[in-house]
């Protein structure tokens, strides 16, 4: 078994978020030969938004426009909900709006499904108060950067609470 079977094994056998969104990350660079079901199974498997985007991501190396439309279809549903159980989803927000997600994707994949995405994201993303944004970013490897330090992400915050 090769290092990428073994990434993709070790990526479903484990409950860990922060490590299989790690493999996942990893797998999306390799495109295992075998990939494509590997992606479609990694999207599945995912509730957040920003997993299942990266799951997209490396899939959308494999399929079709029409096949990544049937995604992306859902992923727009989940989106709109998003408000409603997640008012300021910003740090979700601000991965998907990353150089390593939709930037990326917009630009290789120039599909429909993507843009429709992104306005619904954008459109969301400006509903919330400005004291949500720009606090971190990812890279294009997808590494978190933070902006705004933790202690005044924090007080802001706070203060927004208090009104």
């Known amino acids: 078994m090769d290092e990428r079977n073994t990434l993709m094994e070790t990526y479903f056998n484990t409950k860990d978020i922060a490590k ?55 992923m727009l549903e989940i989106l709109k909900k998003r408000p409603d159980s997640t008012p300021y989803n910003y740090e979700e927000y601000e991965i998907l709006r990353s150089a390593f997600l939709l930037p990326y994707l917009l630009e290789k994949y120039p599909y429909d499904c993507f843009k429709e995405f992104n306005e619904q994201l954008e459109k969301q993303y400006d509903a919330m108060p400005d004291v949500f944004k720009g606090i971190f970013t990812c890279n294009d490897k997808g590494e978190h950067t933070q902006l705004i330090p933790p202690a005044i992400v924090r007080k802001q915050i706070e203060a927004f609470r208090r009104g």
């Open 20 to 74: 299989r969104n790690a493999l996942l990350k990893q797998l999306v660079f390799d495109l295992p030969e075998d990939g494509k079901d590997f992606f479609l199974k990694a999207y599945k498997k995912e509730r957040y938004l920003d997993m299942r985007l990266t799951a997209i991501r490396g899939y959308a190396a494999f399929a079709s426009e029409k096949e990544v439309a049937g995604l992306m279809k859902k």
